[in-house]
Structure formats: structure tokens, C-alpha cells
């Protein structure tokens, strides 16, 4: 029997991380817990810098209040997701901080968790359920599209032709960013979207994505991206065409967006500060360990920064720069 490169691949991931659970899960006769307090953080993955920062952020603020971590990526999917979320269930950790794998996809997961007793707070994105996680603490997303589709309207003019980039269609935040855009935008008349391409929040895609795009759209006076990293692929494709001076507008805040806006390559940002909603998550799950409630409603919204030109300077690492005395 034949079976796919995508099976085999899932198989092969389900053998290792359930390996994984079980050497967890008996590693002593009482099956005591990793230590005497373990928050598990799990991310997609961390060669995208926005989800090391979260990362990083979350372990430290852990690390500061004594927890032992339990870090891992799942990659954005869903399935491997499940079985790092059994494995924290056989380390009976304390709680989960999540950057999810799926509105939908990720609910039975964190279900679980819930029923095992160990709470989740999520990061960055909801689920499509409530009353599931502890909390869900993510941008405003809408918010910080409307700074960004406010900022791409004044640098072009109030007019022109402009190609959209949207981010992973199962990712909720794409089609909230993508609503904030338009919110904007629809009421300018002279604003002309010509193409509008899912680029899946990936730089290399978003190359390709505009390659093709400009074959077909040789007038086009900006770009606006549901992410940087896909700003920052369409950038790298209009230069190589020849185009550099169209203008582009991500989000997310990047240090490499920021570099580019530096440069005067990129014109502006939003920067929803992923470091500082990972730590806030640490400390409400210290609150939940500690008095069994954060004390705060279930769905929480930070608003986002319009990152330019004149500010760019005072953002480091998805948060801004700490000020020295």
C-alpha cells in the first residue's frame, strides 16, 4: 500500500510526541508533575521572530516567578498541537500559555487541558469558543488595522491603485485585519484595490504573490499586508522589478519591518506588542495557580501602535524600547 509523503510525515510526528507523552508520563511510579510548578508555552514556530518573541517572553516572566517552563512550537499544526497539549496534560503542568494552530482546530485541545485541570491562556489568537480558556489575550487586531489603513491612505493621497496581502485564511486574525483594512479604505472612493491574494503570512509566498501580481497590475501606487513578513516578501519583489518606490504597509511590528522603515523601504507598521500580551498571560496564570481566578473577563484586547518614520526609534523587540535613565 502507497501511502503519502503527508501521512507518513503525520504518523512519523504522532510516534515521536506520543513516545514523548508516555516517557513523560512515567518517568517516576507516582507520575509527579516536572517540578513544582511548570507553565508549558507553546508557539508556532520560532524561526518566525514574532513567535520566539512571545516565547521569550513568556519563559522569562515564568522563570522571574519561579515556574519551571516547558517550551515547544507546534508549528501551526493542529495535530502536533494535540500532542504537545497531552504531553503538558502527562507533566501535569500548571497551566498553558498558547499561541493556537486554529480558531476551530485547537478547541478540543484546550478542552481538554480544561477537563484534566490545567487552564490555558491564549496568546496572539481566539479560539471560535468561550467559557474553553482562561483567557484569551490577543491585539486589537481591528484597531490596529484601522492605524495601518489610515496611515497606507494618507501616504497614497487618498487614491490609486493597491494590491492587498492577506495572511492564512484559518487564522482568525487574517480576515479580522483584513475588516479593519476595508473599514478604511471602502470609504475612498479613489482607492482601488486590483488584486487581493492570500500569501498565507509567509515572505516567500508573498514574493511569488507579487511577481504575478504586477505582471497584471503595472499601475499599482501601494501595497497593504495582513503581516511584515509578507511586507517585507513584496517589497523584496517590487525592488527586483524595479518598483521600489511603491508604497508598503505591514503589520506586527517586527525589528525587521522597523529596520526596513529605517532604510526607507518599508513607510509604516503596527506594532502589537506580542512580548508584553505573552508576559501579561504568565501573570495571569500566576494569578489563576495562585487564587484559582485572574480576575479579569475571559477575552481581553490590547491596542496596537502605528509604527513610522518619525517613531521608529523607540520600538525594539515587538515592545517598546525601555527607557534608560
Given at each position: 500500500?502507497?501511502?503519502?509523503?503527508?501521512?507518513?510525515?503525520a504518523?512519523?510526528?504522532?510516534?515521536?510526541?506520543?513516545?514523548?507523552?508516555?516517557a513523560?508520563?512515567?518517568?517516576?511510579?507516582?507520575?509527579a508533575?516536572?517540578?513544582?510548578?511548570?507553565?508549558?508555552?507553546?508557539?508556532?514556530?520560532?524561526?518566525?521572530?514574532?513567535?520566539?518573541?512571545?516565547?521569550?517572553?513568556?519563559?522569562?516572566?515564568?522563570?522571574?516567578?519561579?515556574?519551571?517552563?516547558?517550551?515547544?512550537?507546534?508549528?501551526?499544526?493542529?495535530?502536533?498541537?494535540?500532542?504537545?497539549?497531552?504531553?503538558?496534560?502527562?507533566?501535569?503542568?500548571?497551566?498553558?500559555?498558547?499561541?493556537?494552530?486554529?480558531a476551530?482546530?485547537?478547541?478540543?485541545?484546550?478542552?481538554?487541558?480544561?477537563?484534566?485541570?490545567?487552564?490555558?491562556?491564549?496568546?496572539?489568537?481566539?479560539?471560535?469558543?468561550?467559557?474553553?480558556?482562561?483567557?484569551?489575550?490577543?491585539?486589537?487586531?481591528?484597531?490596529?488595522?484601522?492605524?495601518?489603513?489610515?496611515?497606507?491612505?494618507?501616504?497614497?493621497?487618498?487614491?490609486?491603485?493597491?494590491?492587498?496581502?492577506?495572511?492564512?485564511?484559518?487564522?482568525?486574525?487574517?480576515?479580522?485585519?483584513?475588516?479593519?483594512?476595508?473599514?478604511?479604505l471602502?470609504?475612498?472612493p479613489?482607492?482601488?484595490?486590483?488584486?487581493?491574494?492570500?500569501?498565507?503570512?509567509?515572505?516567500?509566498?508573498?514574493?511569488?504573490?507579487?511577481?504575478?501580481?504586477?505582471?497584471?497590475?503595472?499601475?499599482?501606487?501601494?501595497?497593504?499586508?495582513?503581516?511584515?513578513?509578507?511586507?517585507?516578501?513584496?517589497?523584496?519583489?517590487?525592488?527586483?522589478?524595479?518598483?521600489?518606490?511603491?508604497?508598503?504597509?505591514?503589520?506586527?511590528?517586527?525589528?525587521?519591518?522597523?529596520?526596513?522603515?529605517?532604510?526607507?523601504?518599508?513607510?509604516?507598521?503596527?506594532?502589537?506588542?506580542?512580548?508584553?500580551?505573552?508576559?501579561?498571560?504568565?501573570?495571569?496564570?500566576?494569578?489563576?495557580?495562585?487564587?484559582?481566578?485572574?480576575?479579569?473577563?475571559?477575552?481581553?484586547?490590547?491596542?496596537?501602535?502605528?509604527?513610522?518614520?518619525?517613531?521608529?526609534?523607540?520600538?525594539?523587540?515587538?515592545?517598546?524600547?525601555?527607557?534608560?535613565?
Amino acid at each position: 500500500m502507497q501511502h503519502s509523503v503527508s501521512s507518513l510525515r503525520a504518523r512519523a510526528v504522532a510516534v515521536l510526541l506520543a513516545a514523548a507523552a508516555a516517557a513523560a508520563a512515567c518517568s517516576s511510579p507516582s507520575q509527579a508533575p516536572a517540578g513544582p510548578g511548570t507553565i508549558a508555552i507553546i508557539t508556532p514556530s520560532h524561526d518566525n521572530p514574532f513567535f520566539k518573541a512571545e516565547a521569550d517572553a513568556a519563559t522569562a516572566r515564568a522563570k522571574e516567578l519561579g515556574y519551571e517552563v516547558f517550551v515547544n512550537s507546534h508549528d501551526d499544526d493542529a495535530f502536533k498541537q494535540d500532542q504537545l497539549i497531552d504531553i503538558a496534560i502527562a507533566r501535569r503542568v500548571a497551566a498553558i500559555v498558547l499561541d493556537n494552530a486554529g480558531a476551530d482546530a485547537s478547541i478540543a485541545g484546550v478542552r481538554k487541558a480544561r477537563d484534566a485541570g490545567i487552564p490555558s491562556f491564549l496568546i496572539d489568537r481566539e479560539i471560535n469558543a468561550t467559557g474553553v480558556a482562561a483567557a484569551q489575550i490577543v491585539a486589537n487586531n481591528f484597531q490596529g488595522a484601522v492605524l495601518a489603513a489610515e496611515e497606507f491612505v494618507r501616504l497614497m493621497g487618498e487614491r490609486g491603485e493597491y494590491i492587498e496581502l492577506v495572511g492564512r485564511e484559518s487564522d482568525t486574525n487574517a480576515g479580522i485585519r483584513s475588516q479593519g483594512f476595508h473599514d478604511v479604505l471602502d470609504r475612498f472612493p479613489d482607492m482601488r484595490m486590483t488584486a487581493r491574494q492570500s500569501a498565507n503570512w509567509s515572505q516567500t509566498e508573498a514574493f511569488q504573490k507579487m511577481e504575478t501580481a504586477l505582471q497584471g497590475n503595472r499601475n499599482i501606487k501601494g501595497v497593504i499586508a495582513g503581516n511584515d513578513t509578507m511586507a517585507l516578501g513584496a517589497i523584496a519583489a517590487l525592488k527586483a522589478a524595479g518598483r521600489g518606490s511603491v508604497i508598503v504597509v505591514g503589520f506586527d511590528g517586527s525589528p525587521d519591518a522597523i529596520a526596513s522603515i529605517r532604510a526607507g523601504e518599508m513607510r509604516a507598521t503596527v506594532l502589537q506588542p506580542a512580548a508584553a500580551i505573552a508576559r501579561l498571560a504568565v501573570d495571569q496564570a500566576h494569578q489563576h495557580i495562585t487564587t484559582g481566578s485572574t480576575g479579569q473577563p475571559e477575552k481581553q484586547a490590547i491596542d496596537c501602535e502605528l509604527v513610522s518614520p518619525a517613531n521608529a526609534d523607540q520600538f525594539g523587540v515587538f515592545a517598546r524600547k525601555v527607557a534608560t535613565p
